[in-house]
């Protein structure tokens, strides 16, 4: 295509025509946005001085801001097609050179020095042309120092050579415009110094931009510019230390970004930074937060007896240490060497660092479920948990509660922290009667989170017998909360100690036992499960009842039953468990019709008889086959009438509780009759694979023995606290569960 100079108002008056045009081809239609209106600022930023200072070209900048410096502008050509040319080739061309007219530098001839985009000129001074900001404040400068720091050399290719970008018609240029970010900086600061201090929406300063990015060299350069001022170094001081809307100084930023010569250097060119903010987060708390050891050593390095270690909503360094490891900690206990006012420091909501360490889930939660509570005080002397150290550099915080009433030791019991609890215990066993504002112990805060490992630990520790029976504000101990909660092994951690009462009412009148009552469901449930042998054990230890009637104590704690919401549950019920039923009266119908062995050829005798009938292997295989199909049946017989809605609930509820059963012996002999099948196969050849099959087989039958393991824990736990005489008590229906059980393998 051959070159013509065209004005910038012809050049513009095309592109915008072009892209109308376009517009209405692929029916684009923008919609103004009004919120976006609303926050836009007086003076917005020129898009040539921001595409210029976004991209560090320091030429451009020259250009723009200092016009005059260079002699006139270079005229910018657009390649504009031959007559004849398609509309789609020609709008291409057009588009090639489009941006570099409309970016980087003026359309037209030096005749007509408009500088023009979108109909928007420039200034023709700089002070004015850097009063322009972003949509969100920021500065020329703030752009510059936040997009590159320092000279970015020109890229190269393999072998050394500088890249160049190939134009339309195959002829190659290089790039004059290397970014320079560090000279554009230095320009706009000369042009504009004012800029230095100026703050975006946010509060932040091109300072907190260029260490909010890492762009050391690039803020110290300015820097520098700013202490050649007159009052200059209190002036460095000032924008150093200046905050922004969040309380934060350049210290900060340069933390966050973890560089830590950023952050040794700016301490060494401002040392009262680290003194920043009085209140809110410091730079140590952030460092601390952010794990960054090696900048939290250089704050403390300091020694500034102003350092600033305060934190959010009242907190300070300490607080944050306490959460992140044993190394933290210490660091900060030496620094303050152990200054009482900052161990027991309370923050907005009355927690000492101690709460907060005790509150922590690390080492502490990790060595107690490994080893469990019988090694809890073999605990090394060198193990550098937060809170061994701030129990031996304060252990008077064990003693401070916070707003809520709640102690460390509660802290530790909510969160489960067995060793916490017992390192707190250790030296401070006074606490263990600390009650929160709810009147209760950290025994009654561990049962009430299920924390079976703390209440094993305190039951087993007579040190701990006197809050067994603290009741809280509500009357209830420890054993009503476990009755609550219905975790057996909790409860049966305080059945077993002969310290606990049974028989202590809470502020209602009730006792454990009453409390038991009130919480079995009504209606269709699993008639063995543990809220129903807490009760069990309950009464098989003499627990007593309340002094309220009988009949009043129905009345208040026993709801009555909802025909229609158990009508639903027991058709549910059928159904699933009438698909069980079913698939396993099927696999037994086939396994009597395909025998394993096969069947004895017609030809000889007892032709059609199976091959290996007689043995006894054979028969037992049969009849458990026959026991399997027969009980599968009942059950499915069962269920049908259990789902039924026309029967009565009362009627439906044996038929189903008749089903389980019959389902338990079928499935038991199915079993029977594959481990049997497998023998019978196997056995001939490979007796060894054939016991072992029977083996694993037989490991399965103890599943449905959970009930029968289950009383036999509880009476070993009445045991305990009754004696021997609870063993006759209870022998007989041990004996009827086992009966029931394996009864089938009598008949087998």
Not at 523 to 541: D, E, P, Q, V
Not at 577 to 606: C, D, H, R, W
Request: charged share 20%; with cysteine.
């Amino acid at each position: 295509p051959r070159k013509e100079k065209v004005a910038s108002s012809i050049a513009l008056a095309r592109y915008v025509d072009v892209a109308m045009q376009t517009q209405l081809i692929v029916g684009v239609i923008s919609v103004p946005d009004k919120s976006a209106e609303a926050c836009k600022p007086a003076d917005v930023i020129h898009p040539e001085l921001l595409e210029a200072a976004s991209r560090g070209h320091y030429n451009e900048l020259v250009r723009i801001l200092l016009p005059g410096k260079n002699g006139a502008a270079a005229e910018h050509t657009i390649d504009l097609p031959r007559e004849g040319t398609s509309g789609a080739l020609g709008f291409l061309n057009c588009l090639d050179c489009l941006p570099h007219a409309l970016c980087g530098g003026k359309l037209g001839s030096s005749s007509q020095s408009t500088g023009a985009v979108e109909g928007q000129p420039l200034p023709s001074s700089p002070a004015t042309l850097l009063t322009g900001v972003t949509f969100q404040g920021d500065s020329a400068l703030h752009v510059v120092v936040a997009s590159g720091d320092g000279r970015t050399s020109k890229k190269k290719d393999g072998d050394g050579r500088t890249c160049k970008k190939k134009a339309g018609d195959g002829r190659t240029s290089e790039n004059k415009d290397d970014p320079d970010f560090l000279k554009c900086a230095e320009l706009i600061y000369q042009e504009a110094k004012h800029l230095l201090d100026i703050a975006n929406n946010t509060g932040d300063t091109p300072l907190h931009c260029a260490a909010r990015a890492g762009h050391g060299d690039i803020l110290f350069s300015l820097i520098d510019l700013a202490k050649k001022e007159q009052g200059g170094e209190a002036m460095a001081t000032e924008v150093l230390t200046k905050s922004n809307k969040r309380g934060e100084t350049v210290l900060h930023e340069a933390v966050r970004f973890g560089d830590e010569k950023l952050v040794s250097d700016l301490v060494s060119a401002c040392p009262s930074l680290v003194r920043f903010p009085l209140e809110g987060t410091s730079a140590l708390y952030l460092a601390i937060s952010l794990g960054h050891k090696s900048i939290v050593e250089q704050l403390l390095k300091s020694e500034d007896p102003e350092l600033s270690y305060s934190g959010p909503a009242g907190q300070n360094a300490l607080h944050a240490a306490s959460l992140h490891g044993g190394g933290m900690t210490q660091k900060i206990l030496q620094w303050s060497k152990n200054n009482a006012a900052i161990i027991g420091h309370l923050d907005d909501f009355g927690s000492t660092p101690l709460h907060f360490a005790a509150s922590a889930e690390g080492k502490e939660m990790e060595e107690a479920s490994n080893f469990g509570t019988q090694f809890l005080f073999q605990r090394r002397a060198d193990d550098p948990t937060p809170v061994r150290q701030l129990l031996g550099a304060h252990k008077y915080s064990a003693y401070r509660p916070d707003n809520k009433g709640q102690y460390p030791i509660h802290i530790a019991a909510t969160m489960g922290n067995c060793k916490v609890v017992t390192l707190i215990l250790g030296n401070c066993p006074e606490c263990a009667g600390l009650r929160n504002a709810h009147g209760r112990t950290f025994l009654h805060v561990a049962v009430d989170m299920r924390w079976e490992k703390i209440v094993d630990y305190a039951t087993k520790n007579d040190t701990f017998a006197s809050i067994l029976n603290m009741q809280d504000n509500n009357g209830d101990t420890a054993l009503h909360l476990a009755v609550q909660v219905g975790v057996l092994r909790i409860f049966r951690n305080l059945l077993r100690n002969n310290h606990v009462s049974l028989n202590l009412a809470n502020h209602k009148g009730q006792t454990p036992a009453d409390l038991s009552r009130s919480t079995i469901p009504v209606g269709f449930y699993h008639k063995t499960n543990a809220r129903m042998w807490i009760l069990w054990s309950l009464l098989k230890a003499s627990a007593l009842n309340g002094n309220d009637r009988r009949d009043h104590f129905q009345e208040k704690n026993i709801h009555k039953i909802d025909e229609g919401r158990e009508s639903k549950k027991m058709t549910e019920a059928s159904q699933m468990t009438g698909i069980g039923s079913v698939l396993v009266a099927t696999m037994a119908f086939a396994a009597a019709l395909t025998l394993p062995g096969g069947y004895i050829a017609s030809e000889q005798k007892n032709g059609g008889t199976p091959t290996l009938a007689g043995s006894y292997a054979f028969d037992a295989f049969m009849y458990a086959v026959a026991v399997a199909f027969i009980c599968s049946m009942l059950a499915t017989f069962s269920l049908m009438y259990s789902g039924m809605a026309t029967v009565d609930l009362k009627i439906r509820n044996d038929y189903f509780s008749q089903s389980v059963s019959w389902m338990w012996n079928s499935s038991r002999s199915l079993l029977v009759a594959f481990a049997l099948g497998v023998y019978l196969v196997l056995a001939p050849r490979d007796g060894t694979t054939a016991i072992g099959v029977c083996i694993l087989t037989s490991g399965t039958l103890l599943f449905r023995n959970r009930e029968v393991g289950r009383i036999l824990i509880c009476t070993y736990t009445l045991h305990k606290r009754v004696g021997i005489i609870i063993w006759p008590r209870v022998a007989t229906k041990i004996l009827i569960m086992i009966f029931q059980s394996y009864f089938v393998y009598i008949v087998i």
